[in-house]
């Protein structure tokens, strides 16, 4: 089982339209969650943390279930400009008696989204 | 946008051959890591380091090695190039602190194609 996992979509939505992103990790223990964009042959780029109590940053809301070890970002009246690939990332536990694991990031799959006119 | 670079953008080699990459920062960042993207796997973490001379393997880290003598650069090196290593290499840096809740500030990739 892949330590996080997305549903690589492609989700083709109209303009103006919400959509939902899900994923999940299997590392009970991970620490910090995040959201990245990734334009076509660019590098990714944060487009929000996640926390615990569920967090929203314009038409984007991102939300935290540990006890499902679930993560979700809603995006709300979809732009042209929103179609990217959107990575699931999770920090995993500390790895050493320093209790760090050096921000090492491990990333889903991607979801592409396609917002068309 | 964190300034980092990263050389060659683009590179075609043959098997068995070194090859050596290139990444450079200017935001004086701790932490540096090396990643490849492939299809089907996401980006995967090769390697990474958490200060000069102090480096340490991520989980795909057979048939690569690296180096960082100075903050500001952290060099991939595939020791012998093989076709399996085609990929798109990411260059990735964080600012010291916390260990966890700091972004990742990723440089512009490097397509790598080994014929």
């Known amino acids: 089982r892949k330590e996080v996992e997305q549903d690589p979509g492609p989700f083709n939505v109209p303009e103006g339209a919400t959509v939902a992103f899900n994923c999940t990790y299997s590392n009970s223990a991970s620490q910090s969650f995040f959201w990245y964009r990734q334009d076509c042959r660019k590098e990714p780029k944060l487009l929000m943390s996640?926390?615990?109590s569920g967090n929203e940053d314009g038409r984007f809301t991102a939300q935290l279930n540990r006890a499902s070890q679930y993560i979700s970002l809603l995006i709300r009246d979809s732009k042209l400009s929103d179609s990217a690939t959107y990575l699931c990332v999770v920090t995993p536990r500390a790895l050493n008696a320093g209790g760090t694991s050096y921000g090492k990031l491990t990333f889903g799959q991607g979801t592409i989204l396609t917002v068309h006119p | 946008d964190a300034g980092i670079t990263q050389s060659p953008r683009h590179k075609v080699t043959e098997t068995g051959t070194p090859v050596t990459l290139r990444c450079h920062q200017t935001e004086n960042h701790r932490y540096m890591y090396w990643y490849r993207q492939d299809p089907g796997h996401g980006l995967r973490l090769i390697h990474y380091?958490?200060?000069?001379?102090?480096?340490d393997k991520g989980e795909v880290s057979d048939g690569y090695s690296v180096s960082r003598s100075k903050t500001e650069d952290f060099l991939l090196t595939l020791e012998s190039a093989t076709s399996s290593q085609t990929s798109v290499y990411f260059c990735?840096?964080?600012?010291?602190?916390?260990?966890?809740?700091?972004?990742?500030?990723f440089g512009p990739g490097t397509r790598l194609t080994v014929l």
């Open positions: 996640v926390y615990s």
């Open positions: 380091s958490y200060g000069v001379k102090d480096t």
């Open positions: 990735a840096t964080r600012v010291a602190g916390l260990a966890t809740g700091n972004e990742q500030f």
